[in-house]
T-cell receptor, first 118, second 114 residues
Framework: AQTVTQSQPEMSVQEAETVTLSCTYD???????LFWYKQPPSRQMILVIR??????QNATENRFSVNFQKAAKSFSLKISDSQLGDAAMYFC???????????????FGKGTHLIIQP | KAGVTQTPRYLIKTRGQQVTLSCSPI?????VSWYQQTPGQGLQFLFE???????NKGNFPGRFSGRQFSNSRSEMNVSTLELGDSALYLC?????????????FGPGTRLTVL
């Protein structure tokens, strides 16, 4: 079974600085997707970024980018120019590719609580 | 386009009762998944429905069930509630165009079992 590990329960960063959140995963599949979701105090889960495992290029979305190392099974999230609104729980998630026969749901890590210091 | 909606947002039940939660997906989305979030176990997959059929199921007891209607709206039911069922229940919808679609989440239903 696949597992997702986030080794940093909590991270703190000064506003406007850069922070990197770590995520490692374990799977025997070669075709899968990885996601970062954020969950602010409202508990609404919001998609931050998505990476397809077959793509070598790292995904970017404005101030958010990932460092995807497939061989190392590592998927870190970099947040540049941190803003107060970035404060939230960040979850790394994995899902194998659905080839038509169905795929299990998302497997989530335990989350990293990101604190933004003004 | 309206997001995923879940009703009710908060619910208080007592042990032994049953509960039904509702989820309306984003317009045009045909896949609906359910997740349970607790402080101890984190986020865990319950089941996924597509075109009124359960496609996948997580490792939960048979007390947890669901269904999907022809308009893609979904309900999940928990029978014989236990204290450990207290959790935030999240619904997510996706377009499902093949391979793996991104799941978009609703605000959740907070269930408290007394």
């Amino acid at each position: 079974a696949q597992t997702v590990t986030q080794s940093q329960p909590e991270m703190s960063v000064q506003e406007a600085e850069t922070v990197t959140l770590s995520c490692t995963y374990d799977t025997s599949e070669s075709d899968y997707y990885l996601f970062w979701y954020k969950q602010p105090p409202s508990r609404q889960m919001i998609l931050v970024i998505r990476q397809e495992a077959y793509k070598q290029q790292n995904a970017t979305e404005n101030r958010f980018s990932v460092n995807f190392q497939k061989a190392a099974k590592s998927f870190s999230l970099k947040i540049s120019d941190s803003q107060l609104g970035d404060a939230a729980m960040y979850f790394c998630a994995y899902r194998k590719t659905d080839s038509g026969g169905g795929a299990d749901g998302l497997t989530f890590g335990k989350g990293t609580h990101l604190i933004i210091q003004p | 386009k309206a997001g995923v909606t879940q009703t009710p947002r908060y619910l208080i039940k007592t042990r032994g009762q049953q509960v039904t939660l509702s989820c309306s997906p984003i317009s045009g989305h045909r896949s609906v998944s359910w997740y349970q979030q607790t402080p101890g176990q984190g986020l865990q997959f319950l089941f996924e429905y597509f075109s009124e059929t359960q496609r996948n199921k997580g490792n939960f007891p048979g007390r947890f069930s669901g269904r999907q209607f022809s308009n893609s709206r979904s309900e999940m039911n928990v029978s014989t509630l236990e204290l450990g069922d207290s959790a935030l229940y999240l619904c997510a919808s996706s377009l499902w165009q093949g391979r793996t679609d991104t799941q978009y989440f609703g605000p959740g239903t907070r269930l408290t079992v007394l």
